[in-house]
């Protein structure tokens, strides 16, 4: 378990992981099927994809579903329509005929038969959308070099005057990845967000942008309205889906496996409204300690102060809860620079995660507790530094 969560804690999240706010609510709603009357076009809707739409949120994505990890390619998807990519050689390396067939689940699909995603949805090659859609160019990924408000819509306009299209990190405390539509004078953001219904990404995300962000160009640049074909169905279309609230019957709780676990078998896990379902309520990262208070159907329930949901088991495995000795946090028999790397991560990160999710396990949290005061903070920190320099200071 010690290593696992070591290299979940060192190694960056992977592009792709689409990472919610904690507390931030998801107001994109489920989906329902309707008859061939109420069938929407793709141009009347695109600008407001949801990962959660249940056409496509199953769609797997290299161990995982658009669902859970789908806010970058639902904005490789809106890109592809509003910059006018689309084309014949498109639709034939994703294997539709028509333009109305294209969503963020044929997209993903066509990444998977490339090989596109590595395991937990990341986007294995910045280069493959334009193997999959000739039309779109891949200009970089980078950092703006500010994330002040006035200063990235200067950034922002900049690009996009150039011709750019611009797919974003929100600063929501993870990796989430919103697709720009418009810059305001006054230097508001209009965006089209895979897991928000609002357009205006100060009003979905106060802290703006993190800093990271996609350029591509495509056919047209990101002020050309798509051209909506000319000639329009006229006979009956196939069923399609419009946006509804579904829930689940109560579960019956299985308490048996109650306890603490951590995420062990894929990049991050999310923590779901209902089983596998619903507004996601947090993403736990590879590595992150949980308590379940009773499973059902597969799912263990999360409780905490900030939030409660549900996690799919198979991701999760169980602390060991052996007892370790002071200030050895990862238990390899030394106080060294590794528990000191775990307890710096877990200070850094303990402000921003919320209640009830953690780096490290709580025998973990007793071993570095080195100062024996009932709390890990600055003074235990300063403890190891002082203790590392005087191991250093013993072997020369």
Not at 185 to 208: C, N
Request: some cysteine; hydrophobic content about 35%.
């Amino acid at each position: 378990m010690q290593h696992k969560k070591i290299i979940g804690i060192i190694t960056s999240a992977a592009a792709a992981v689409c990472c919610v706010l904690p507390n931030t609510p998801i107001v994109k709603e489920e989906a329902r099927t309707v008859s061939a009357a109420e069938t929407v076009s793709i141009y009347d809707e695109y600008l407001d994809w949801s990962q959660m739409d249940s056409r496509w949120g199953t769609t797997p994505m290299g161990g995982t579903t658009i669902r859970s990890s789908g806010c970058l390619i639902t904005s490789l998807s809106i890109m592809a329509v509003h910059s006018g990519s689309i084309d014949s050689a498109a639709m034939a390396n994703m294997g539709i005929t028509d333009i109305e067939q294209f969503n963020p689940g044929v997209l993903a699909n066509a990444y998977t038969s490339v090989g596109g995603f590595s395991y937990g949805g990341a986007i294995s090659s910045w280069g493959t959308i334009n193997t999959l859609v000739p039309q779109i160019q891949f200009g970089k990924d980078d950092f703006f070099v500010n994330t002040e408000k006035t200063a990235v819509a200067q950034e922002l306009k900049s690009k996009m005057d150039e011709g750019w299209h611009i797919i974003a990190r929100v600063n929501n405390g993870g990796f989430h990845w919103v697709y720009i539509t418009a810059v305001g004078d006054d230097g508001s953001i209009t965006m089209s967000d895979p897991a928000m219904d609002t357009h205006d990404l100060y009003e979905g995300y106060p802290g703006g942008l993190q800093g990271e962000y996609w350029q591509l160009k495509g056919k047209n640049p990101t002020s050309v309205t798509p051209e909506i074909p000319k000639e329009q169905p006229t006979t009956a279309a196939p069923t399609t889906t419009l946006p509804v609230t579904t829930t689940q019957p109560a579960p019956v709780i299985d308490e048996s496996e109650a306890g603490e676990y951590y995420v062990a078998a894929a990049d991050h896990a999310s923590v779901t409204a209902e089983r596998d379902m619903g507004t996601i309520r947090t993403v736990l990262k590879s590595g992150y300690v949980v308590n379940i208070s009773g499973t059902a159907d597969g799912f263990g329930k999360v409780v905490s102060e900030d939030f409660d949901g549900w996690v799919d088991m198979t991701l999760l495995e169980q602390t060991d809860g052996a007892e370790k000795r002071n200030g050895d946090i990862n238990g390899d028999g030394a106080v060294d620079k590794y528990d000191l790397a775990l307890i710096s991560a877990y200070l850094r990160q303990s402000e921003e995660l919320p209640d009830g999710v953690s780096t490290l396990c709580s025998s973990e949290l007793e071993a570095a507790d080195i100062s024996g005061d009932g709390k890990v903070d600055g003074d235990d920190l300063a403890l190891y530094l002082e203790k590392i320099q005087t191991l250093q200071e013993d072997s020369v």
